[in-house]
């Protein structure tokens, strides 16, 4: 057994076959990645808003956390196979990925991988939206289109973006519910809408809901 660990360490220090090593390491971290992630959400989400019985329950959180750390360890698989192909065409050395790499790897392996509608697949490409506005402002403010101060115009900026974030989101919560995630609308059910009703002591204080 010793001399085995010795050959496989001895190959993954070699730096030998490197290309192919990370593509089994990036599906390893796609899934692990995606168990830490879904698992703790799913266990939460599940006994906090779903009504059903307990194997159900354990069946649910199993389910999503399966799915997403499947999801991420194919899109990982793939965008890596696709970035390192693409890379071999081209003979031009570049700063970084090359975009005319990165994107259609990206975009071939996420229509793959994310493009069916459900639930996981939405929650994490709308969580991908978010941060890519984000990103998108900051390289244009990097690049001066946008101003580089907190301040415009003497106004702070960051609390007039929260401002918008929630009243926008509040406004879809209370007149189009349905437009919104099932996570976020029933985060936003317990804590506005639920916590208008009660009968006694029990669940005013204790539950939210009587069992």
Known sequence: MSSLLQIINQTLQSGNHQQILSLLKGIRNGIVYGVKIRFPHALVMTFLFKDVPLKDK????????????????????????????LSKTSSKPSVGKNPLHVIPAAAFAGYLVFGEKNPINMQINMYLLSRIIFGLCRVATERGYFPSEEKLNGVKIFPVFAATMWGVVLWLFENHKHTLQPSLQASMTYLYHDSNKWNNIWDFLVYNKLP
Do not use: V
Request: no cysteine; hydrophobic share 45%.
């Open 58 to 85: 354990i069946r649910l959180i199993l389910r999503a956390t399966y799915q997403h750390a499947r999801n991420l360890a194919q899109f990982t698989f793939l965008y890596k196979l696709l970035t390192t192909t």
